[in-house]
């Protein structure tokens, strides 16, 4: 009695009480303990003596009665079961154990409400996603091959769509996590908004979501799907930050065309997500064998590009800017190439956005950095009257590079002025968290390197921004400098630029200048420097060591020749 009156087990005595035909009709509770009693919220004087008939209502005593006439039959039983809503024990899950004794049956009972509750709450851990409350990659791959079985036995279709937010990141970037967060959230709603109740939304991670469509009748219905999915994410998201808009690039899968198990069915959807984005975002496609064979050379453009950093192959190219008006080399800008052994030298559009997208873009940023401080302090060895050297920072570097830890150690290593560097970053560089963003151009500036806007015109930044973070010079995008010449609201654009870069005390450059007509509509807006195939092409090393001892750059000026060292 001391014993099970100690415990948590609620602990039972039950009699059987047999019928006419000598069968265990009902028992009775011959003795219990405290714990016992507390389950059913009786006394326990009052629960002693009761007839299990009297407890339990009908049809559910009749249960209960059969699993206790087994456990007189075989002498033991055990189990773990939820209790249903007609039983009169006030607990979700018990564990139950019963041995017979004599011609009882001793019955113990454990409250397990508990253990399966966080036994529960961690299968949601596993199979939810915490962000979004959608399932995630776990139970999905747990959930498909069921469903494939299922479309396999019905001779049915299904399809896999695979669903990548367009430039999350940089909204990411720029406005930081917790409106990542709010806009996933709200993505997700909509995106299970648009299927049917029998369909599955799936975040997998990330910017990435899957959605698995059964029982279709043909790939049309997939289609309308994409499209239904492409629609409602390039509606406005309004956040707590304002309004903001994205998009979706989506590839399909179909079960069984493109796969017979659950990864090759991913595998295929993702790579037609991956061709849909490359063909301008905000468009789905279908799988087909060509986008593997497609991937596969991207993949060996990855390696090539891997190991062409590893082995440095690559050359800086150096494009002069000079003085509007007199000619006058100001600077050159360092542009990088990559010297490849078998296909020569291979322009930037093929392999800096490669570079970008797999992160190479951080290795190749450092070795961009190095040799162009490198060069400064070998024309200072040899004399040369230098210019300073910008050097391009992408988004990914300026926001993951520590730039400015970067630059000040390759300075200290080649012993050069600090002056003699300049950083050109885009505007969308500038749109991160403010603070964030302002302490490293801060820290930059610290150092005595001058920033430079690159492609003005193309992001978002304004010009009350540029003053807040205190840049020194302010280029703007040759698409602005086609203009001129060609339409009177070009020439306008470009003069309000030029006033207010001035009255924030910048330097405005025109990038893309190619003609003399150009060149004078810049001199009369009082444009300060101009860069551009009309003053020369980005050249190698030696040709770019001429054009500095020439110093001024006016066409029709021959370049002096100059001993290459």
Not at 197 to 206: A, C, I, K, N, S
Not at 288 to 305: P, Y
Not at 404 to 414: C, K
């Amino acid at each position: 009695r001391i014993a099970t009156e100690g415990g948590n087990d609620g602990f039972y005595m039950l009699r059987p009480l047999y019928d006419k035909n000598g069968m265990a009709d009902d028992f009775m509770v011959a003795d219990c303990n405290e714990r016992g009693a507390a389950f059913s919220g009786i006394p326990t004087a009052q629960f002693i003596g009761s007839k299990l008939s009297a407890l339990y209502p009908k049809p559910y005593f009749y249960v209960v009665r059969d699993t206790l006439r087994a456990a007189m039959e075989s002498g033991f039983y055990e189990d773990e079961f939820k209790i249903p809503p007609e039983s009169p024990l006030r607990v979700e899950w018990v564990y139950r154990r019963l041995v017979r004794s004599g011609a009882a049956l001793a019955l113990t009972m454990r409250d397990i409400s508990a253990t399966k509750a966080h036994e529960r709450d961690l299968r949601r851990m596993a199979n939810e996603d915490a962000l979004t409350a959608l399932p995630n990659r776990n139970w999905m791959m747990s959930l498909l091959p069921e469903e494939i079985e299922r479309a396999r036995n019905a001779d049915a279709m299904m399809a896999l769509l695979f669903v990548d937010l367009d430039d999350f990141k940089h909204i990411n970037d720029s406005l930081g996590h917790s409106v990542g967060d709010e806009l996933l959230r709200a993505a997700a709603l909509r995106l299970k908004s648009a299927l049917r109740p029998t369909d599955h939304v799936v975040r997998l991670g990330g910017d990435e979501f899957t959605v698995i469509l059964s029982a279709l009748e043909s790939q049309d219905a997939a289609a309308h799907v994409a499209e239904r999915i492409a629609e409602k994410l390039n509606w406005p998201f309004d956040l707590a930050r304002g309004k903001n808009t994205l998009g979706a690039s989506i590839g399909i899968s179909i079960f069984p065309r493109d796969g017979q198990d659950a990864e090759t069915l991913l595998k295929h959807s993702d790579i037609a997500m991956y061709h849909a984005k490359s063909e301008g975002k905000g468009h789905y496609r279908f799988y087909e064998q060509s986008l593997s064979e497609s991937l596969n050379a991207r993949i060996d453009n990855e390696r090539a590009l891997q190991q062409a950093i590893e082995q440095d192959q690559f050359v800086l190219f150096y494009q002069p800017r000079v003085n509007t008006f007199t000619g006058e080399l100001q600077t050159m800008e360092a542009l990088v190439r990559w010297k490849h052994p078998q296909r020569g030298l291979v322009p930037p559009l093929e392999f800096i956005p490669l570079a970008e997208e797999t992160g190479l873009i951080l290795k190749l940023g450092e070795l961009v950095v190095e040799q162009a401080c490198a060069q400064i302090a070998h024309w200072k060895a040899l004399g040369i009257p230098l210019v300073p050297i910008s050097v391009n920072v992408s988004p990914r570097q300026f926001y993951h590079g520590n730039i400015a830890h970067l630059f000040a150690s390759s300075i200290a290593r080649h012993h050069i002025d600090a002056d003699m560097v300049e950083i050109e970053i885009t505007e969308s560089s500038m749109m991160g968290k403010e603070e964030g963003v302002a302490a490293e151009l801060a820290a930059i500036r610290n150092l005595g390197i001058k920033l430079l806007v690159d492609d003005f015109g193309t992001g978002y930044s304004s010009l009350s921004q540029l003053q807040r973070l205190d840049m020194d010079v302010l280029k703007v995008d040759r698409a602005f400098t086609a203009e001129l010449g060609a339409t009177a609201e070009g020439e306008v654009f470009f003069r309000a630029i030029v006033s207010m870069a001035h009255a924030l005390g910048m330097i405005v450059v025109a990038e893309g200048v190619e003609s003399s007509e150009q060149m004078r509509v810049l001199q009369s807006l009082s444009c300060d420097e101009i860069q551009g195939y009309f003053i020369s092409r980005p050249v190698p090393t030696h040709e770019a060591q001429a054009l500095m001892v020439q110093r001024f750059l006016m066409p029709l000026q021959p370049i002096k020749s100059v001993p290459c060292s």
